[in-house]
């Protein structure tokens, strides 16, 4: 089946600093990735959509600046958030979803804590 | 970016009881729904897709489209104590494209 991996589940780093986060598909070709934030709150928020040999589109209010996405190959993404602060917290999810595929697979998310 | 609206925040049902949630896009773009489920401390997991007016039933979970209003609902029929989770709705403007989500429902269902 397919499925989708994020390391680490967990991660804290203090204000300022940066997390990079990894994301993994096993079973399918992630064509294209697509990363959210889900808040403490439980909304989620697009941040960008990162499709094999095509530029990254990222959403407003996001950009690659400040999370930065690699996504060398179709089994593998990530992302670094960086000068993380306060209000990046929250739990980061990878969706992929293959080429003629209609259903996104989700990894468990990575936990972002900030302090 | 709110292009997803879901209702209700939070509903509680008996077991064995039926249980509704709503949705609506408000871009007239996005005419292709999911609903998916979140459980504590997973990502959330598609339930099932529905691009047609009319209804979609997958064994307790039945889905209904109206394109027109853009109003899509999930009904769980015969609720279980494993269906309590998070629900979201999700949207995209073709069915390979980029998924935006509502705000979930909180369905609780009681023993």
């Known amino acids: 089946g397919a499925l989708v991996y994020q390391y680490p589940r967990r991660t804290i780093c203090k204000s300022g600093t940066s997390m990079r986060m990894e994301c993994q598909a096993v079973?399918?070709?992630?064509?294209?990735v697509a990363w959210y934030r889900q808040s403490p709150q439980k909304t989620f928020e697009l941040i960008a959509l990162s499709t094999v040999n095509s530029a990254i589109k990222y959403e407003q209010n996001f950009t690659q600046e400040k999370f930065p996405i690699s996504h060398p190959n179709l089994s593998f993404s990530s992302m670094t958030v960086l000068n993380a602060y306060l209000e990046d917290r929250g739990l980061y999810l990878c969706?992929?979803?293959?080429?003629?595929?209609?259903?996104?697979?989700f990894g468990k998310g990575t936990r972002l804590t900030v302090v | 970016q709110q292009k997803v609206q879901q209702s209700p925040e939070s509903l509680s049902v008996p077991e064995g009881g039926m249980a509704s949630l709503n949705c609506t896009s408000s871009d007239r773009n996005f005419q292709y729904f999911w609903w998916y489920r979140q459980h504590s401390g997973e990502g959330p997991k598609a339930l099932m897709s529905i691009f047609s007016d009319g209804d979609k039933k997958e064994g307790r979970f039945t889905a209904h489209l109206n394109k027109a209003s853009l109003h899509v609902s999930l009904h769980i029929r015969d609720s279980q104590p494993s269906d309590s989770a998070l629900y979201f709705c999700?949207?995209?403007?073709?069915?390979?494209?980029?998924?935006?989500f509502g705000s979930g429902t909180k369905l609780t269902v009681e023993p």
């Open positions: 999700a949207a995209s403007a073709a069915n390979y494209n980029v998924l935006y």
């Open positions: 969706g992929a979803r293959e080429q003629g595929g209609t259903e996104v697979f």
């Open positions: 079973g399918f070709q992630a064509t294209s």
